[in-house]
């Protein structure tokens, strides 16, 4: 077995792109008090406020435990508030505060610039064939996650090129 060259390979870009997505992130919006993750939770609540917890982690892919750690910390930081909804007690309901509505077009924003950052360079066809091959990976990972248990060994990078 030949040791693939690291730099080549796919898993070592999709990595690399990863780690910078998340520091531009981080970086346009710490100035707004928001992590990272927690965009998503504002863009569906600017759709449809009063969603349930439950509704929102499988809107966003995350599991219940994660949605509930997202939650409290953007209500400590006054973006959302939190209702039982009055149907059913055990459901927790999750508003927009003022703070939350406030910053919709400075994120919007935001996203728009990162995603010209993204696109730049790029004709129309090629970002379509990004997003494309974006999703195949996406697939290819929720597949392969979901076989784990089938799979003795870990694939072996392939050099690329």
Known sequence: MTIPDFPDSIDFWVAQVSRLHHTRIHALMEGLGLFPGQPPVLFYLWKKDGRSQTELADLLRIKPATMT??????????????????????????FLTEAGLAVQNEVQRNFERLNSELAAGFSLEEQALLKRFLVKLHDNLKRGDANRDEQPEPAVPVKMG
Not at 70 to 86: A, L, Q, S, W, Y
């Open 69 to 94: 750690k997202m939650i409290n910390r953007m209500e400590k930081t006054g973006f959302i508030r939190r209702e039982t909804d009055p149907r059913d007690q055990r459901v927790s309901l999750i």
